[in-house]
């Protein structure tokens, strides 16, 4: 006998309607950084890429990844 399912609770998942090369490049992203990465395309070739840090520990870490100084005040 097989069992109904339920409905999951929560938010609804919405599709990614990014396209591959997106999801494909924010992965890299996430994987290179080791944090959080989220690339969101707002019309046509604009957007954003949001890069999450825990502390500022991991801030000096992800800037001295992309190969920059953080200065410290």
Same mark, same amino acid.
């Given at each position: 006998?097989? +069992? /109904?399912?339920? /409905?999951? *609770?929560?938010? /609804?998942? %919405?599709?990614? $309607?990014?396209?591959?090369? =997106? *999801?494909? $490049? !924010? !992965? @890299? &992203?996430?994987? %290179?950084? @080791?944090?959080?990465?989220?690339? +969101?395309?707002?019309?046509? %070739?604009?957007?954003? =890429?949001?890069?999450?840090?825990?502390?500022?520990?991991? &801030? #000096? *870490?992800?800037? !001295?990844?992309?190969? &920059?100084? $953080?200065?410290? #005040?």
């Amino acid at each position: 006998a097989s +069992t /109904p399912k339920t /409905p999951k *609770r929560g938010r /609804p998942s %919405h599709p990614d $309607l990014r396209s591959p090369n =997106i *999801r494909a $490049l !924010e !992965e @890299q &992203l996430r994987r %290179h950084l @080791q944090t959080d990465v989220s690339i +969101t395309v707002v019309s046509g %070739h604009r957007g954003s =890429i949001r890069i999450a840090f825990y502390s500022t520990d991991d &801030l #000096q *870490r992800i800037i !001295e990844i992309v190969g &920059l100084t $953080l200065n410290r #005040q």
